[in-house]
């Protein structure tokens, strides 16, 4: 009797967590989306800032700094040449494609998603094929495309 009651106080509490980490990994994808929302609008912003100054003539200097603001458009190849340089090197894709679809980078679709990923790493010249859908970084040009 004991046994079934503890058994049962642990299988809510672990209910209790899988709720809570699916209520916070919805907030997290909104708070992405609304990240990239804002990173896309100010980069739009100081490119117009940047254009208008040197069309009235405004100093150059004056609109170096904002053009160090813009967002850098970071490719599917970029993501995955990130998160394998901090992960060793070398990673599965369909690992890859998971990661960016938790970062809702990717299309729903498993099969688009996946072939997104594939076709990604296979015509980036950083990444060399190292086994049956495992890629690794080429040693010489990990920093460079």
């Excluded at 009651?5 to 609304?34: G, N, V, Y």
């Excluded at 609109?63 to 990130?82: H, L, M, N, P």
Aim: with cysteine; aromatic share 6%; proline share 1%.
């Amino acid at each position: 009797m004991i046994q079934g009651d503890f058994r049962k106080k642990l299988l809510s509490m672990i209910e209790s967590k899988k709720e809570e980490l699916e209520s916070l990994k919805q907030k997290k994808m909104a708070i992405q989306s609304q990240i990239r929302a804002i990173e896309e609008d100010l980069g739009e912003l100081a490119t117009s800032l940047a254009v208008h100054d040197r069309l009235m003539g405004i100093s150059k200097d004056l609109t170096d700094k904002f053009d160090s603001i813009q967002t850098q458009r970071f490719t599917v190849a970029d993501y995955c040449f990130q998160l394998m340089k901090e992960g060793g090197g070398n990673a599965r894709v369909l690992d890859l494609m998971r990661n960016l679809k938790e970062r809702d980078m990717l299309s729903k679709d498993y099969k688009i998603a996946y072939t997104t990923v594939l076709k990604a790493l296979q015509r980036d010249n950083r990444f060399e094929k190292a086994d049956k859908g495992i890629f690794r970084l080429v040693p010489d040009r990990k920093e460079t495309k």
